[in-house]
């Protein structure tokens, strides 16, 4: 009998309130562990994908985390196995210290504030975010350093699976750098939405292409990447110079 997925999803759509059609019939599942690289251009589909994993967007369809099927009732239990770390980190850090912002989630569920410290300086420790930064407040830190504290955040409700919402938003090379490590030192399964190739290249093994709101590949990195013709056709690469 084979390993549950940590993340399935079953013919998934999504229209706007507009009539336009966002998702149409998107079908993947993910391994435990296993990081993927979710692939689209702008408009491709990637973040209303993304909301509608978690519940905040309502689709047609079916989406099964770590066993949960999200139904109505049951959003909370859902973002609490897949965590959404959003394309810009600053919605997601609001206290007056990003010690007090990893701690959040832990102490809104109940735990005791000596829980909660354990959890965060855990979470942060697994982020590689550097301990003299926890008393700071989210603007006295680097875009690198308050993408991780987000990640940190969601880390602490010990999440089955990680999705990110175009991670690379914003940082410079050290910042990329740093937090390509962080990703792959962490054990849970992974979403990495982006239109990044370089970021995701040695960081997912497969990827998943999305293109006017439909997967349109699910292959290896390796293999996708070596189809420069078709990457430039679905709006994932420029054509060499010198051609139109």
Known sequence: MG?????????????????????DGVSFSIAPGERVALLG?????????L????GVLRGEGKVIVDGIELVPGKEAAVRRKLGLAFSEPDDQLFMPTIKRDIAFGPRAAGDSPEQANRKMLLAAAQVGLDP????????????????????????????????LDEPTNSLDAPGRQA?????????????????????????????????????????????????????VERGLAVPPLGEP
């Open 132 to 163: 003299r930064l926890l008393e700071r407040a989210p603007h006295e830190l680097s875009s690198g350093e308050r993408r991780r504290a987000a990640v940190a955040a969601i880390l602490t409700l010990e999440p089955t699976a990680l999705a």
């Open 51 to 54: 909301w509608c994993l978690v």
């Open 179 to 231: 937090l390509s490590q962080t990703l792959a030192r962490l054990t849970c399964a992974q979403l990495i939405a982006t239109h990044d190739l370089e970021f995701v290249r040695p960081l997912c093994a497969r990827a998943l292409v999305l293109a006017d709101g439909k997967l349109v590949a699910d292959e290896s990195t390796a293999a996708l990447m070596e189809d420069h013709d078709w990457l």
């Open 41 to 49: 251009p702008n408009g491709a589909g990637k973040s209303t994908l």
């Open 3 to 23: 390993v549950a997925p940590a993340l399935l999803v079953e013919r998934l759509s999504y229209t706007h309130s507009g009539g336009q059609r966002a998702l």
